[in-house]
Each structure stands twice: as structure tokens, then as C-alpha cells.
């Protein structure tokens, strides 16, 4: 009996069975990978890059799934403000980065999150989340992040894909169609708050150069939508509905339903 559980130790080591956090260590190196996306948030006044390995760059933009092993790095900066605590812009329009204040990673291996339920599992990613410093945050809630991506298992779970294989559209493709209820602008829905005959089709217009999703409580929820393209949400029954960005909670938004 004692050898069987022996053997069975040593199988759960090597296959590294066992799920959590823990797995997953700092990158320290992630500045000698691929900076594929740098982003503006107004919701929360950072200023966000990610990085990844050059090699899962070039694999996935030749075509290929994420492979195993690849490291995405979200880097979280503080930006400065002016007196009102309104970020400040650069020449370029763009925030201006001040100091690094977290990191949260996703890292993908074979065989990894099949522990968990369904309800729970990204596929097989792990996440954590790192102060400045590269240390683990004890208080960081790891669990809101496989709930956050779950809804996006069609991507791989990764948010930033488009941006990742290099299929997000250019900043050309900003021009508004004809009609549009409600436009995704700096972060914000653009009204937040809309009155709608029941049965009628809510259109969303994406402006942002950032994925985005319209996500109503215990209701429908649209497909991920990218610059210059829309969304659409159908509301049958009368009510006050609130909603989120599936991607960005922080946005929210109320439909008046007559």
C-alpha cells in the first residue's frame, strides 16, 4: 500500500497535477518578449501593456493555437494627473505612464486546470497577480479572473486575441455606421442609460481600440466586438435591465424596456 501511494505522489509531481496560482512565477524577463498591445484606461487612470514570448507571437500569427508555455503579462502603470485628477496626455494623445504598480499573468502548460469543474476551468490557463515588485499579491481575488475569461473559451480565453494575432482592425476602421444606439467610447457606454421598445435590436457601436462585449444581468450576452464593429442585444420583455462590458465590468449601463 505504501509503495502505491508513493508511486502515486511521485505521478501527481511529474505531471504537476495540482492547481493553483502557485504554478505560475513571475516573468521576470517578460521585457525581452513581444510588447503586442499597450492600451489607455480611463476607467481606472492606467496605463496597460502586455507582453508575451516572441515565439507565441509567431506562432499564432502564423496561424497556430497559443501554444503551451506561453506567458501573457499584463503590466499595470499609474499615469499622471493634472490638478482635477484627470489623466494627462502625451504629444502622441496618449496617457503618460508614471511608475509600475502590478502585474497579472496568464500561463498556459498541458495538462494544467484539469482539476478544476467546469463551472471554473480556462481551458488549461493558471493565473496570477504580482505587486510592483514581482511578489505574489496575497489579497488578490485569482478566481475573478477564470470568471472574467470563462465566457471566452471560442478565444482561448484570452482577451487581447485580435491584438495577439495581429487580426484587430486598424485605426482606419473607426468609421461610425449609419445607425447606432449606443456608442463604446473612452470606456464608457455612450448614454449609459437608453429606453427601448421590447423586441427591438440595440445596436453598439465599438470605438475604443479595445475588444469590448455587452453583457446583460440574466440575459443576453453579444459576441466580442473590436474597433468599428457593433454588437447587438434583443430585449423581449419589459423591465429595467442593467448591463456590463463582459470584458471591462467597470462599464456599466441601464435598459429601459417598454
Request: hydrophobic fraction near 40%.
Amino acid at each position: 500500500m505504501k509503495t502505491r501511494i508513493c508511486l502515486l505522489s511521485l505521478a501527481i509531481a511529474s505531471t504537476g497535477a495540482l492547481a493553483g496560482p502557485e504554478k505560475v512565477k513571475f516573468p521576470s524577463d517578460y521585457l525581452k518578449g513581444r510588447l503586442y498591445q499597450t492600451l489607455d484606461r480611463p476607467d481606472a487612470k492606467q496605463y496597460r501593456e502586455l507582453y508575451t514570448q516572441a515565439w507565441v507571437v509567431d506562432a499564432v500569427r502564423n496561424g497556430k493555437p497559443i501554444p503551451s508555455g506561453a506567458v501573457l503579462t499584463l503590466v499595470q502603470w499609474s499615469v499622471y494627473e493634472d490638478a482635477n485628477g484627470k489623466p494627462l496626455l502625451g504629444p502622441d494623445g496618449r496617457f503618460i505612464k508614471k511608475e509600475v504598480i502590478a502585474h497579472t499573468v496568464m500561463e498556459k502548460h498541458t495538462g494544467w486546470g484539469a482539476e478544476y469543474p467546469a463551472s471554473k476551468r480556462n481551458g488549461e490557463w493558471e493565473y496570477q497577480a504580482f505587486n510592483a515588485e514581482g511578489l505574489p499579491n496575497p489579497k488578490a481575488n485569482i478566481d475573478a479572473c477564470f470568471q472574467c475569461h470563462l465566457p471566452h473559451a471560442r478565444q482561448d480565453f484570452v482577451m487581447s486575441l485580435a491584438k495577439l494575432n495581429n487580426s484587430f482592425p486598424k485605426a482606419t476602421a473607426k468609421a461610425k455606421p449609419a445607425k447606432s444606439d449606443v456608442t463604446l467610447a473612452g470606456f464608457r457606454f455612450m448614454p449609459d442609460k437608453i429606453a427601448a421598445s421590447a423586441g427591438y435590436a440595440l445596436t453598439f457601436l465599438n470605438t475604443d481600440d479595445t475588444p469590448h462585449q455587452i453583457s446583460v444581468a440574466n440575459g443576453p450576452r453579444s459576441a466580442v466586438f473590436l474597433r468599428g464593429q457593433t454588437a447587438s442585444v434583443t430585449l423581449d420583455k419589459p423591465g429595467e435591465y442593467a448591463y456590463v462590458c463582459g470584458l471591462h465590468p467597470s462599464m456599466k449601463g441601464v435598459i429601459s424596456v417598454k
